[in-house]
């Protein structure tokens, strides 16, 4: 296969006109998030907001350019709205004072919205979000979790829930529950088994629907569940969700951090705030002899947390306890709440509640597309 460069998808795209300003999109700083891999390319079209319904032909000029190079086998590109100024922005909850037109909440009710992302998949990011949002019930918070794993949903099977949501009104849906948790997934929609085959936008409609369109109701917090990577969910979640902040979750070795580092400089480069880092997989007890083995290194997203700026949130082992109970539908924090894995994932849920409350006091500003 011929492999697909970043400067030959550049090119490509110098070929494509913004039909209002009568320049090539490249040149005019408006391909931003391009991402390469294996013969698939993503990327998103910064526009101006009122210009975004009318330049849909734009965006599939774009996809078309980029098809046309060897080595190609699929192509994403999604429009994205450029931020408002600042004085603008609103905060985390009700309406900017002073705005002339506020905007309607994405999700009236929730009070925090918060990520849990990675930079690579298998570093065990969606058996942390399920403890996490388990441990944030646990000392007392309205919890919902939204699986925003388009193509890999597995909170269905992590939470123990099966069947479909219902709906009241025929048009918003019940979120799904367990543990006393409020759940959406797109796996209680598809069949386990099949594929998702989607593009950037019905990806972002997806991800969007499953938060306006479902009945939450009054919570504390909706953690979310993302996809591994920096692609077009990723996007679509940080641009266009009031987001409160993310957790990065790597694993200790280098190649791990690396990925973890564009995870951070992604939220930052959207305003979003990173409230930390966990280190999963961290060591390994053996359970047998008790000698511990730093299998994936150890202190790696300690160090990086320190190096970028922001707070190292805890360190997890590599455990077995931790992914029988996670894949058997009863995570570890409700299986065996008074174990030392469960308290950990609670010391964690406590700082990030004092954290987000601590936030709502200040009233932060985040933008809302």
């Not at 058996?127 to 794993?149: E, F, R």
């Not at 269905?156 to 979120?175: H, N, V, Y």
């Not at 280098?254 to 880092?277: Q, S, T, Y």
Request: glycine share 10%; charged share 20%.
């Amino acid at each position: 296969m011929t492999d697909v460069l970043e400067k030959d998808v550049l090119t490509a795209l110098k070929r494509v006109a913004d039909p209002d300003r009568g320049q090539d999109i490249v040149s005019l700083g408006m391909i931003t998030g391009l991402q390469i891999r294996e013969g698939h390319v993503g990327f998103a079209i910064e526009v101006d907001r009122a210009r975004g319904p009318k330049l849909e032909p734009l965006r599939r000029a774009a996809e078309k350019a980029v098809e046309a190079l060897p080595g190609v086998l699929s192509v994403s590109a999604v429009l994205t709205a450029e931020a408002p100024p600042r004085a603008a922005a609103q905060p985390a909850h009700g309406h900017a004072h002073g705005a002339p037109q506020a905007e309607k909440p994405l999700v009236p009710g929730v009070k925090f919205i918060i990520a849990v992302a990675s930079g690579k998949g298998g570093v065990g990011k969606s058996t942390t979000a399920a403890n996490l949002a388990l441990a944030l019930a646990a000392i007392g918070c309205k919890v919902g979790v939204l699986d925003a794993d388009i193509y890999g949903p597995s909170m269905p099977r992590m939470l123990g829930i099966a069947g479909k949501p219902t709906s009241r009104d025929g048009k918003s849906l019940e979120p799904m529950r367990n543990y006393g948790i409020a759940c959406m997934s797109m796996g209680f929609l598809v069949a386990e088994d099949t594929p998702m085959i989607w593009r950037g936008p019905m990806v972002q409609s997806a991800l969007t629907q499953m938060l306006r369109d479902v009945q939450w109701g009054e919570l504390d917090v909706i953690v979310v569940d993302m996809p591994p990577g920096t692609g077009d969910a990723q996007l679509t979640m940080a641009q266009q969700v009031p987001l409160a902040g993310a957790v990065i979750v790597s694993t200790p070795q280098d190649i791990a951090l690396l990925d973890a580092r564009k995870g951070l400089n992604m939220f930052r480069k959207v305003d979003v705030p990173v409230l930390g880092f966990i280190e999963n997989m961290s060591y390994f007890l053996c359970p047998h002899c008790g000698e511990r083995t730093d299998i994936f290194s150890h202190g790696g997203a300690r160090k990086e947390a320190e190096k970028l700026g922001t707070e190292f949130l805890g360190e997890l082992p590599l455990d077995v306890a931790i992914r029988e109970t996670s894949d058997s539908g009863r995570p570890i924090v409700v299986s065996a709440p008074d174990s030392p894995h469960a308290q950990v994932y609670k010391q964690i849920a406590t700082r990030l509640w004092e954290k987000l409350s601590g936030a709502e006091r200040k009233a932060p500003r985040i933008v809302v597309q």
